[in-house]
């Protein structure tokens, strides 16, 4: 069984940063890892993503400033240059055997 445990959220201020971390246990081999943010009264949407194949992608509205990496069985987010709209609870993605995991959500929130 595939699980994933995410942590780094908390309060930063405007312009800071923070790295976010999700450990996937169980896994033989994720097709594809990603991280969503859901802010309140939002849909989920989609931030950073590494498909099948390698490469990184990117939302327009964290380009340049987000990072998604992955090192053996953790995924990261560097966040940095954080916004108040960058306030979301965020959470972690794989796909494997055309199944997909999701894990319990962490919560940043950006203010001074």
């Known amino acids: 069984q595939v699980q994933l445990v995410e942590s780094g959220g908390g309060l930063v201020q405007p312009g800071g940063s923070v790295r976010l971390s999700c450990v996937v246990s169980?896994?033989?081999?994720?097709?594809?890892t990603a991280w969503h943010r859901q802010a309140p009264g939002k849909q989920r949407e989609l931030v950073a993503w590494i498909p099948y194949g390698g490469g990184t992608l990117y939302a327009d509205s964290v380009k340049g400033r987000f990072t998604i990496s992955r090192d053996k069985n953790t995924v990261y987010l560097q966040m940095n240059s954080l916004k108040p709209e960058d306030t979301a609870v965020y959470y972690c993605?794989?796909?494997?055997?055309?199944?997909?995991?999701w894990g319990q959500g962490t919560q940043v929130t950006v203010s001074s």
């Open positions: 169980g896994s033989i081999g994720s097709i594809v």
């Open positions: 993605r794989v796909v494997e055997n055309g199944a997909t995991y």
